[in-house]
């Protein structure tokens, strides 16, 4: 075996031996699997991702012949990604992370150099280094290391958000161009602006429902997509009123839609396959699995929101108590949004008064789903509001509560002088018994205790469960 193929052969086969060696000697923790093959799924497209830089920058060079991936040999992509992604959560799960990167920083040191002649460094090759550091290990690592301790959840949902769009917008296509090589990118790259932004923009909004399910499943279920980090509460609130397969729904319309645009029908079969995955293996697994864990109110939630054919109008589990939306009596602009959801019908919402608030002065209209999740405040509240009407208004809301979208538009409303004003409350209508040693909470919404006694109040309110409509 010549040198080269001793490289190629070692560069596959010893991390990977080295991964099951590991995976059989060390105790079986708990969710360490899973979270090991997130971060080998992380490392896949952020390593491609670094290929396509380092062809531009010219970092390093590939001196092989056959099995290549974008310049690069399939058999080390993949042994890189098996040392990056899953060996260090393997071996180093319970070591600091800037360990860790500067273990591996050494390893690769080392190795990098010693992969001659296959990989050819140039004298920029530590640039390289550093953007890999960045976009593969680091992430990956994080990924991995909340998934296993159960930590950050909504930054997972984000990694998650960032993985999926990943894989299937960018590696998967890059994986059918490889097999059946044509036009490439070529199709998205050499249209007409115009057309182009309207197929990115369809795409987009294709993408806003999963990406909104799961940040319904971060917020409200407390837990992700994967089956090994599922919701630990049963999701029926934001477009799960109206669909209860979002996620799957999204990937399958976007998977078609940009095989569509990429003019390429294998990246559109993609799509297809994934629909027909999530009708049958996926939906008969998925159901059994919900029925274990959350029963009949699971099967009840089932019998009214289908899969695949949305409804028109929310539901919501009899048995639940109402969401709350707090809008201010004595606030011009704030009446007016009060008015404007009466006058358009919302249901399964009762609007009150903000003044009337039972433990705090409220500050921003305020959204409370009064099954002991968190509230939102200002747009995010008037999003939540929106899930309350009809199935184009929930679509617009998910569309507002989505990380940066929200933020942005409050703090245009907030610079139009629609900021946040001190609403005094009127009275206290609960037993002091019920919510605690005082009633008046004061005015600081982030308090210990004010969230204490909120909690408090959800617990012994005994709101009315019949839908109301607003006429």
Request: proline share 7%; hydrophobic share 50%; net charge positive.
């Amino acid at each position: 075996m010549g040198r080269v193929a001793a490289v190629r052969f070692m560069g596959l086969y010893v991390p990977v031996i080295a991964a099951f060696l590991l995976a059989f000697l060390r105790p079986n923790r708990k969710r360490i699997f899973p979270a090991a093959l997130l971060g080998f799924v992380w490392t896949l497209p952020s390593m491609l991702a670094v290929q396509l830089l380092n062809l531009h920058f010219g970092w390093w060079r590939f001196n092989a012949l056959g099995g290549l991936f974008r310049g690069m040999p399939v058999d080390l992509y993949l042994g890189w990604a098996v040392l990056w992604g899953i060996l260090p959560i393997l071996s180093f799960d319970e070591t600091g992370i800037a360990w860790v990167s500067a273990a591996f920083f050494g390893i690769d040191l080392i190795l990098m150099p010693a992969c001659s002649p296959v990989v050819a460094l140039s004298h920029r090759w530590l640039i390289g280094e550093f953007v890999a550091l960045g976009l593969v290990l680091v992430p990956a690592q994080l990924f991995a290391r909340w998934t296993i301790n159960d930590t950050h959840v909504k930054a997972r949902a984000v990694l998650h958000v960032l993985a999926a769009g990943a894989v299937f917008l960018f590696l998967i296509p890059e994986v059918v161009f490889a097999v059946r090589p044509g036009h490439k990118w070529d199709a998205l790259l050499f249209e007409p602006a115009w057309l182009r932004s309207l197929e990115l923009q369809a795409i987009a909004l294709l993408g806003v429902v999963g990406v909104s399910a799961v940040q319904e499943f971060a917020q409200r279920g407390n837990g992700t997509p994967i089956p090994y980090d599922p919701p630990k509460q049963l999701v029926v609130s934001g477009l799960y009123r109206y669909i209860s397969n979002p996620m799957q729904l999204s990937c399958a319309l976007v998977m078609t839609a940009w095989g569509c645009v990429l003019r390429n029908p294998w990246v559109a079969a993609a799509g297809i396959m994934s629909f027909l995955y999530s009708l049958g293996l996926a939906a008969w697994d998925e159901g059994e699995d919900m029925r274990v864990r959350f029963g009949k109110p699971w099967e009840e939630y089932r019998n009214n929101v289908k899969a695949w054919r949305p409804r028109l109008t929310p539901w919501h589990a009899p048995d639940r108590p109402l969401a709350r939306l707090y809008v201010a009596e004595t606030c011009g602009p704030c009446s007016e949004v009060r008015r404007w959801f009466e006058s358009h019908g919302a249901v399964l919402l009762h609007v009150v008064a903000a003044e009337d608030h039972p433990t705090r002065d409220l500050r921003r209209i305020t959204y409370d789903p009064m099954d002991g999740s968190d509230v939102d405040e200002g747009v995010g509240a008037f999003a939540r509001g929106l899930e309350h009407i009809n199935l184009g208004w929930a679509f617009a809301g998910a569309c507002l509560r989505l990380p940066g979208i929200k933020h942005l538009v409050q703090i245009l409303l907030d610079g139009s002088g629609l900021g946040p004003r001190s609403i005094p409350r009127r009275s206290c209508k609960l037993p002091l018994a019920a919510l605690g040693p005082s009633c008046s909470v004061g005015t600081a919404s982030d308090d210990q205790s004010v969230h204490v006694a909120d909690r408090k109040w959800r617990a012994v309110t005994n709101l009315p469960h019949e839908p109301r409509k607003f006429r």
